[in-house]
Each structure stands twice: as structure tokens, then as C-alpha cells.
């Protein structure tokens, strides 16, 4: 049976993905809705971080394509159902990600560029 997840809880959902901190580390599962890497925050190597001086708290990326869309188990969502998984890239992507377009998960190499 299809499950459908309305607008309003996919943007609750959404919320989840930013200044979590807290919530991942308490997590032992996550989930990325952009590649679909899925991960335990406390045994993964290279966790990266955004917004570390924000009040808000910080915003883990995904140690695979480091896209900052990962939401963890502790927020209560169902973060391993793929309908919901789909339904969350197709919202916030438009379609455009390695979920949606079927393609398998890959690392990708971070450029660092300086600016002077």
C-alpha cells in the first residue's frame, strides 16, 4: 500500500535538516534525501559540519555528496521508508537528484578553492 505524505509534514521534515546537531548525535541512523547514503553519525568517519558559529547549532553535511539535507532517526520521521525518501528529494530537489534519477551512490571529492 502507497503511503502519502501531505506538503505540510514533508516541509516538517525539511526543518529537521538544519541546525541539528543535537538531533544527529543522538541519532543511529541517518539518511541523506539527496544521494541516499544512509549512515550511524557515531561510527562515520569525516562527519563535516555547516553553520559552526551559529547560535542555531550546526548542519551535518553528507559524508558522501555533502549536500546538507541529511535528517537523522531521532527526529521521528521515517527516514528508511523509501516512499518518503522519494517524496522528500522529489520536494526539495524538483526531481533532480541521485535518488530520483536512479543513479548509485558515489563519493564525491570536495575543491577548495581560495579567494583573496
Aim: net charge negative; proline share 5%; glycine share 4%.
Amino acid at each position: 500500500m502507497k503511503k502519502i505524505y501531505t506538503p505540510e509534514y514533508i516541509e516538517q521534515a525539511h526543518k529537521a535538516t538544519i541546525h541539528h546537531e543535537s538531533e544527529m548525535l543522538n541519532s543511529t541512523h541517518c539518511t541523506c534525501f539527496y544521494c541516499g547514503y544512509q549512515f550511524d553519525p557515531r561510527t562515520e568517519a569525516d562527519l563535516a559540519w555547516l553553520d559552526e558559529t551559529s547560535e542555531k547549532g550546526k548542519t551535518l553535511t553528507c559524508p558522501m555528496c555533502h549536500i546538507d539535507c541529511i535528517i537523522g532517526n531521532a527526529s521521528n520521521f521515517p527516514i528508511t521508508d523509501p516512499q518518503f525518501i522519494l517524496a522528500c528529494t522529489e520536494s526539495w530537489f524538483a526531481g533532480y537528484s541521485r535518488i530520483s534519477d536512479g543513479r548509485p551512490i558515489e563519493k564525491t571529492q570536495l575543491i577548495h578553492i581560495e579567494v583573496d
